[in-house]
Each structure stands twice: as C-alpha cells, then as structure tokens.
C-alpha cells in the first residue's frame, strides 16, 4: 500500500469528539460536540485524466453548540508529493451550498467544473512514527487570516482551526478537537 492510501485510510470514515465533549462539559467550559462524516468521492467525478492519482474527499463536518448545529462540508483534493500528502480545497460544485453538500446528495460532476480554492494554501502533511502532520495559513482577506493544524493518527483526528481579523481571534478553540472513529 502507498501512503497516499496509509493517509485516507485513517482519514476516512465517521469521527467525533464526544469523549472530549462530555470532559469540556463537565469543566463547564464553552466546546462544540463535532462530527466529521469523511468519504472519498471519485466515484462520483467523472472524465478523471486517465493517469489521475490523487483521491477527492468529502468532508461533513457539523459543529453543535447551545444547541445549534451548523454545516460546513468541504471538497478535498489529496496527492501523494515526494516530501509527504498534499491537501488541496475545492469549491462546493455549482448546486450545493453548506446545507446540501454530502456524499449522498451529491450527483455525478464532471472533473471540468471543479474549481480549486483560490483562498485556501494548499496544506502538507509529512509522517513520522504513524501519526501524519501538517497544516497552512491562508489569507481569505487582506485582513481574514485562517490557520490549521491537523494531526492525524489511528487512534484520533486532532484539529486546530481559527481565524483571525486584524489580528484578533474570531474562531476557534483554546484545545484542539479530538475526534475518535466512530465507524
């Protein structure tokens, strides 16, 4: 097995942080319970180039807090490079938006109309020990910075987002969600 099958085989399936939702509840401090629903879609692209080799990847990601629950669905592209994975973020495909873009909905698009991010770095994951690394600052705005750090083993998904305006944090948590394998 290469590694670009290594990487989607620990990230793909159904996590959550419920373990680390009931500890942070219990400590009566403010943390969203998160869910990540992760499948590879290929199978849904169509006229891929015939020596395509990276793997497109759906990922479902709902947050709940006070009792709200909102979307934010993302098209991922994953290549093997020589240094390690490359993350690449696609656009939702023309028709869907936060509250409709899954796996199930999603019909069969043609690899044409895919748009990269223009907003989104690229992210590099490189591996040591059986645990992969990496992450990327990207500047949606002059003033809109986004930052990532994921960590990714078997045994969890480890996320750190925020954003910042000027400077200032307006997303984001003090600890990084820590997602378990559900299936």
Known sequence: MNRLDDFMDILTGNFNNAEQFERMKQNKL???YAEHINTICND?????????????????????ENGNTHAAP?????????????????????GYDKN?????????????????SE???????????????GGSTSMFSPVLKFTLFE???KEY???????????????????PILYKRVI
């Not at 409709?100 to 990269?116: G, P």
């Not at 907003?119 to 690394?133: M, R």
């Open 44 to 64: 849904k692209i169509r006229n891929l180039p015939n020596d395509f080799q990276g793997i497109f990847m759906i990922e479902e990601s709902y947050y709940t």
């Open 100 to 116: 409709t873009f899954t796996y199930k909905a999603l019909k069969t698009i043609d690899y044409k109309d895919l748009k990269v």
């Open 119 to 133: 907003k989104f770095t690229p992210a590099l994951y490189i591996e040591k020990d059986g645990v992969w690394e």
């Open 151 to 153: 960590r990714f083993s």
């Open 74 to 94: 993302h098209l991922f592209l994953f290549t093997e490079e020589e240094k390690g994975i490359k993350l690449t973020s696609y656009e939702l495909p023309d």
């Open 30 to 32: 403010d943390f969203p």
């Open 157 to 175: 998904l480890e996320v750190s987002e925020s954003m910042e305006v000027k400077g200032k944090k307006t997303f984001g948590y003090d600890e």
